[in-house]
């Protein structure tokens, strides 16, 4: 019987894996061309699988309108998804493809409602809707990957892009749709101002975002986020500013257009501009004055904007004879069809306004309320000085609000105008400015004074004991030349070959490709993030089972060259998550 048995197992086996003899024809017989069988000469060999792709990471960026997605190594997110009321519609509403639909009047906003369909979220988390926050997530990452990035969740890493300030309850909506609905298998948290330090090709910088409700400006020191501000002075009070000019210059009221900042707008007044209308004109025709003391033509303004170039201004919306010919139609397609014709300098009114509080004094003003410049400002005096010269040299300006022509190059030369004023002291004010005047004036006078009282040593016919008295008390020790260490100096050359001098000391600005490109860049590169977080130790616990130590210590951390298994063979206990600077 055993004999048997092991002779039928062996023709069970043959018969699975056919020999070179049943790949030949018999001879004498037809047939019709077809595959032959595969070969496999040994139990471990596989059919050519030698080739291993490397698992795809999906990269996406949250803001308060827009989510970038796209897979990490590209240089730009696939796709950039905002969320309206037209896709917040029922499945089986399709009324927005029928003919005509966007002729037919719509519903009026008030005061109130304006423009909150559009967002994603908004900081008064006590009007908000967290279920109706994750369902915007979830049907706006559902298209993500049914149309633009055609892969499956349940497989891919994920790196989120987001905001440092992002408050405990939107964070725990966000990582809970994802993990819930979306069945992803683990997440990494990466901060947007030090991935838009990363994609600048930098390891410090100050980033100033500045984005739809709130402008933060965030200092980063060697990857390290050391000081934070913001101020609501963003995109949306932009926004708002465009709307009321055009709605007053819709009621013909003349000569609003110069004075609707003074004036606030009553909450249930109804508005006949739409929000799609006012920030498409603020996008196109939005511009800001690259100095206060400019007063280049309109007619090369204009030009400028064609060519998409900083544009230089006026620095009044008074039209002289030059500025009466130039004046850009706008159509108000949301209350008659009728275009309404406005000079081209009245444009640049709003950003004033909103973005640089040109039309208040800043002591008057909220720490919450602060002007771009003077928050930039007083975010460098507060930095140590050899972070703050680092800093100061690398001013990474981006958000939506960077797109505005001009903004960037105003905002630096403030900057660059109030350090060279005030220098870095944190006292400001009339009698701080009499102080340095005062001191000005008398380093200058000394320094006058100093080259009559360095008398030449053949002058000079007394005992030799007596000449450093004698020169010490004529010189102040400012003036005195510096005597130089030759060790010192010994080791500043040895320092300049290992590391090269760096640029600081000066104000200077610095482009970059975004908070999405640095995080596509890290993640390409298979850099561990700080915050990293599973599937099911979230699910277990929430942001609750997060530690609360800022960093992970790198010895609880420290895996094994073999890999995970042999440190969990060992009995080890796999270390928490963090929340890093979220927490």
Same mark, same amino acid.
């Given at each position: 019987?055993?004999?048997?048995?092991?002779?039928?197992?062996?023709?069970?086996?043959?018969?699975?894996?056919?020999?070179?003899?049943?790949?030949?024809?018999?001879?004498?017989?037809?047939?019709?061309?077809?595959?032959?069988?595969?070969?496999?000469?040994?139990?471990?060999?596989?059919?050519?699988?030698?080739?291993?792709?490397?698992?795809?990471?999906?990269?996406?960026?949250?803001?308060?309108?827009?989510?970038?997605?796209?897979?990490?190594?590209?240089?730009? =997110?696939?796709?950039?998804?905002?969320?309206?009321?037209?896709?917040?519609?029922?499945?089986?509403?399709?009324?927005?493809?029928?003919?005509?639909?966007?002729?037919?009047?719509?519903?009026?906003?008030?005061?109130?409602?304006?423009?909150?369909?559009?967002?994603?979220?908004?900081?008064?988390?006590?009007? +908000?809707?967290?279920?109706?926050?994750?369902?915007?997530?979830?049907?706006?990452?559902?298209?993500?990957?049914?149309?633009?990035?055609?892969?499956?969740?349940?497989?891919?890493?994920?790196?989120?892009?987001?905001?440092?300030?992002?408050?405990?309850?939107?964070?725990?909506?966000?990582?809970?749709?994802?993990?819930?609905?979306?069945?992803?298998?683990?997440?990494?948290?990466?901060?947007?101002?030090?991935?838009?330090? $990363?994609?600048?090709?930098?390891?410090?910088?100050?980033?100033?975002?500045?984005?739809?409700?709130?402008?933060?400006?965030?200092?980063?020191?060697?990857?390290?986020?050391?000081?934070?501000?913001?101020?609501?002075?963003?995109?949306?009070?932009?926004?708002?500013?465009?709307?009321?000019?055009?709605?007053?210059?819709?009621?013909?009221?003349?000569?609003?257009?110069?004075?609707?900042?003074?004036?606030?707008?009553?909450?249930?007044?109804?508005?006949?501009?739409?929000?799609?209308?006012?920030?498409?004109?603020?996008?196109?025709?939005?511009?800001?004055?690259?100095?206060?003391?400019?007063?280049?033509?309109?007619?090369?303004?204009?030009?400028?904007?064609?060519?998409?170039?900083?544009?230089?201004?006026?620095?009044?919306?008074?039209?002289?004879?030059?500025?009466?010919?130039?004046?850009?139609?706008?159509?108000?397609?949301?209350?008659?069809?009728? =275009?309404?014709?406005?000079?081209?300098?009245?444009?640049?009114?709003? $950003?004033?306004?909103?973005?640089?509080?040109?039309?208040?004094?800043?002591? $008057?003003?909220?720490?919450?309320?602060?002007?771009?410049?003077?928050?930039?400002?007083?975010?460098?005096?507060?930095?140590?000085?050899?972070?703050?010269?680092?800093? +100061?040299?690398?001013?990474?300006?981006?958000?939506?609000?960077?797109?505005?022509?001009?903004?960037?190059?105003?905002?630096?030369?403030?900057?660059?105008?109030?350090?060279?004023?005030?220098?870095?002291?944190?006292?400001?004010?009339?009698?701080?400015?009499?102080?340095?005047?005062?001191?000005?004036?008398?380093?200058?006078?000394?320094?006058?004074?100093?080259?009559?009282?360095?008398?030449?040593?053949?002058?000079?016919?007394?005992?030799?004991?007596?000449?450093?008295?004698?020169?010490?008390?004529?010189?102040?020790?400012?003036?005195?030349?510096?005597?130089?260490?030759?060790?010192?100096?010994?080791?500043?050359?040895?320092?300049?070959?290992?590391?090269?001098?760096?640029?600081?000391?000066?104000?200077?600005?610095?482009?970059?490709?975004?908070?999405?490109?640095?995080?596509?860049?890290?993640?390409? +590169?298979?850099?561990?993030?700080?915050?990293?977080?599973?599937?099911?130790?979230?699910?277990?616990?929430?942001?609750?089972?997060?530690?609360?130590? +800022?960093?992970?210590?790198?010895?609880?951390?420290?895996?094994?060259?073999?890999?995970?298994?042999?440190?969990?063979?060992?009995?080890?206990?796999?270390?928490?998550?963090?929340?890093?600077?979220?927490?």
């Amino acid at each position: 019987m055993a004999a048997t048995s092991g002779s039928s197992d062996h023709k069970h086996a043959s018969a699975v894996r056919p020999g070179i003899s049943n790949l030949q024809q018999p001879t004498g017989t037809s047939s019709s061309p077809h595959t032959p069988s595969r070969a496999i000469s040994s139990t471990f060999s596989s059919p050519a699988y030698g080739y291993r792709s490397e698992p795809e990471i999906l990269v996406f960026e949250f803001g308060a309108r827009y989510i970038r997605a796209g897979i990490a190594g590209e240089s730009a =997110p696939r796709c950039k998804l905002g969320f309206g009321p037209e896709q917040a519609r029922r499945v089986g509403d399709y009324r927005q493809w029928l003919p005509g639909y966007e002729s037919r009047p719509k519903k009026k906003e008030t005061g109130r409602t304006w423009g909150k369909g559009h967002e994603l979220w908004h900081l008064d988390l006590r009007e +908000m809707d967290l279920g109706l926050f994750e369902d915007k997530i979830e049907r706006l990452v559902r298209d993500i990957y049914t149309r633009y990035l055609l892969l499956d969740a349940k497989t891919k890493r994920v790196v989120l892009v987001l905001p440092s300030l992002l408050p405990h309850p939107l964070l725990s909506s966000l990582i809970s749709c994802l993990f819930n609905n979306c069945q992803m298998p683990s997440i990494t948290m990466l901060p947007s101002p030090t991935m838009a330090v $990363v994609s600048a090709g930098l390891r410090s910088a100050v980033v100033v975002d500045i984005g739809w409700h709130e402008t933060n400006i965030t200092a980063v020191y060697e990857y390290r986020e050391i000081s934070q501000r913001k101020t609501t002075r963003a995109m949306s009070l932009v926004t708002d500013h465009m709307k009321r000019m055009l709605q007053n210059v819709f009621d013909d009221t003349e000569n609003e257009h110069t004075r609707y900042v003074a004036e606030e707008a009553a909450l249930d007044r109804t508005i006949d501009v739409e929000f799609s209308h006012a920030e498409e004109v603020t996008a196109r025709l939005a511009w800001c004055r690259t100095s206060k003391d400019d007063t280049g033509g309109i007619e090369e303004r204009l030009e400028s904007v064609k060519l998409g170039h900083q544009i230089p201004d006026k620095n009044s919306l008074s039209t002289s004879k030059a500025d009466q010919g130039s004046v850009v139609s706008v159509p108000l397609l949301s209350s008659s069809s009728k =275009p309404v014709q406005l000079p081209f300098s009245a444009f640049q009114q709003p $950003v004033e306004a909103a973005l640089l509080a040109s039309d208040a004094a800043v002591y $008057v003003l909220d720490d919450e309320e602060q002007p771009i410049p003077h928050l930039l400002y007083k975010a460098l005096l507060s930095l140590p000085p050899d972070v703050r010269g680092l800093c +100061m040299a690398r001013i990474i300006i981006t958000g939506g609000g960077s797109e505005i022509p001009g903004l960037k190059s105003r905002i630096v030369n403030e900057l660059s105008t109030m350090v060279r004023k005030r220098g870095w002291d944190p006292v400001c004010g009339k009698a701080a400015d009499k102080y340095r005047h005062t001191k000005a004036e008398n380093a200058r006078n000394q320094s006058i004074a100093a080259p009559k009282l360095n008398m030449p040593l053949e002058s000079i016919e007394e005992d030799p004991g007596d000449l450093a008295t004698k020169t010490s008390s004529l010189a102040p020790a400012a003036f005195e030349p510096q005597v130089s260490d030759p060790i010192e100096e010994k080791l500043r050359r040895r320092g300049l070959k290992v590391d090269p001098a760096t640029y600081s000391g000066v104000v200077r600005g610095v482009e970059t490709l975004g908070a999405w490109a640095g995080a596509s860049l890290v993640a390409g +590169m298979k850099i561990k993030g700080v915050v990293e977080i599973e599937r099911d130790a979230f699910l277990q616990h929430g942001l609750a089972g997060a530690k609360r130590e +800022m960093e992970v210590s790198v010895a609880q951390t420290r895996q094994s060259s073999f890999g995970q298994g042999l440190q969990r063979g060992g009995g080890a206990e796999k270390a928490g998550w963090t929340l890093g600077v979220w927490a």
